[in-house]
């Protein structure tokens, strides 16, 4: 008896997968830390698609998630950014390896109460605009440190990694 399968993976499929990592590993973030998830949750849907659609572009160079601190301080600070393969890939798997951004929270303490976020995006080049979002100015990282996560999710034509900043 002789089989055969084959496997196809979209650009729309790796976009919605990438984001939805992305937006699930912030909501983990925020809920770490103690601050306030209900915008992001309320803001779910609209946010996500517009990731999703600049990753389907592949304009999206970086999500930002920056955690404003009641003192004025903001950190941490993490950035995803997101590297574009060959749309030819053949029969890739989709990968999600939160576990790596769980247990480096875990070296991290809470942020004071009263602490917020901001998104940022940025971006290799010219973007379709999004509902919801509009240009902004990010904070200096000027006195943080960065360390490199490693990769939170891979999928056929993309992936992201993580890297966070911190004092």
């Not at 499929?13 to 949750?41: E, F, K, P, Y």
């Not at 440190?145 to 993580?162: D, E, L």
Request: with cysteine; glycine share 8%.
């Amino acid at each position: 008896m002789t089989a055969t399968s084959t496997s196809t993976h979209t650009r729309t499929q790796t976009a919605t997968h990438l984001s939805d990592i992305v937006m699930a590993t912030m909501g983990d973030v925020l809920n770490h830390l103690g601050i306030d998830a209900s915008r992001l949750l309320r803001n779910w849907d609209r946010d996500q698609k517009a990731i999703a659609a600049w990753i389907y572009e592949g304009s999206l160079k970086h999500v930002v998630l920056e955690c404003h601190q009641p003192s004025g301080a903001v950190a941490p600070v993490l950035e995803f950014p997101v590297s574009y393969t060959s749309a030819n890939v053949g029969d890739q798997a989709f990968v999600t390896s939160q576990a790596r951004i769980v247990g480096y929270l875990a070296k991290i303490a809470s942020v004071p109460a009263g602490s917020t976020y901001k998104l940022f995006c940025e971006f290799n080049g010219p973007r379709t605009p999004q509902d919801g979002w509009s240009p902004g100015t990010r904070a200096s990282m000027n006195d943080l440190r960065g360390r490199t996560i490693g990769t939170v999710a891979s999928a056929p034509h993309a992936s992201t990694s993580a890297r966070i900043y911190t004092r």
